[in-house]
T-cell receptor, first 112, second 114 residues
């Protein structure tokens, strides 16, 4: 079974402070990890994926297979980063098809 | 970027009635669409995978006869909640698969069953 754990429901940081949103996963195969973001009153949208190894809006995430983690980081938080962040793992579902399994999400609040 | 729409955005219905929710990919074709359910302050839970031209595959614990899915075209999938009850009240979100691995999400439909 695949599982994604985001231990923090809420994370508050001051503007300009570093941000780290934690994500741990459990999956028997080779995982594909994603971070999705949902801004207030907007739809869920892809922020970044581990295979791209890219930086989006200043955010980066490194897959650490040894620690089964995919933490999201940004060196200097901005007010516009305030949103709900979901970590997701793409793997085979119980029905046999590929699916995204989401963590419970972390609400990031950046204090001006 | 790719756009996925849902209609309606919110619906209120009486207990025992059926409600249909549409999910459309507006600028790309999607052979696969997904239906999720999200309870307040909780994560998205996959309900079923909808494949164009074939039967949907449901996740464990999801009643096929309760949540009817039809994916009749490459741009449209529908979810019908049959004989809705208050416990079916939730936020239903669809996503469409573009290519092989990128999902684009709809804005969601809030269902309230009285």
């Amino acid at each position: 079974a695949q599982r994604v754990t985001q231990p923090e429901k809420l994370l508050s940081v001051f503007k300009g402070a570093p941000v780290e949103l934690k994500c741990n996963y459990s999956y028997s195969g080779s995982p594909e990890l994603f971070w999705y973001v949902q801004y207030s009153r907007q739809r869920l949208q892809l922020l970044l994926r581990h295979i791209s190894r890219e930086s989006i809006k200043g955010f980066t995430a490194d897959l650490n297979k040894g620690e089964t983690s995919f933490h999201l980081k940004k060196p200097f938080a901005q007010e516009e980063d305030s949103a709900m962040y979901y970590c997701a793992l793409r793997g085979r579902s119980g029905a046999g098809s590929y699916q995204l399994t989401f963590g419970k999400g972390t609400k990031l609040s950046v204090i001006p | 970027g790719a756009v996925v729409s849902q209609h309606p955005s919110w619906v209120i219905c009486k207990s025992g009635t059926s409600v249909k929710i549409e999910c459309r990919s507006l600028d790309f074709q999607a052979t696969t669409m997904f239906w999720y359910r999200q309870f307040p302050k909780q994560s998205l839970m996959l309900m079923a995978t909808s494949n164009e031209g074939s039967k949907a595959t449901y996740e464990q614990g999801v009643e096929k006869d309760k949540f009817l899915i039809n994916h009749a075209s490459l741009t449209l999938s529908t979810l019908t909640v049959t004989s809705a009850h208050p416990e079916d009240s939730s936020f239903y979100i669809c996503s469409a698969l573009r290519g092989t691995d990128t999902q684009y999400f709809g804005p969601g439909t809030r269902l309230t069953v009285l």
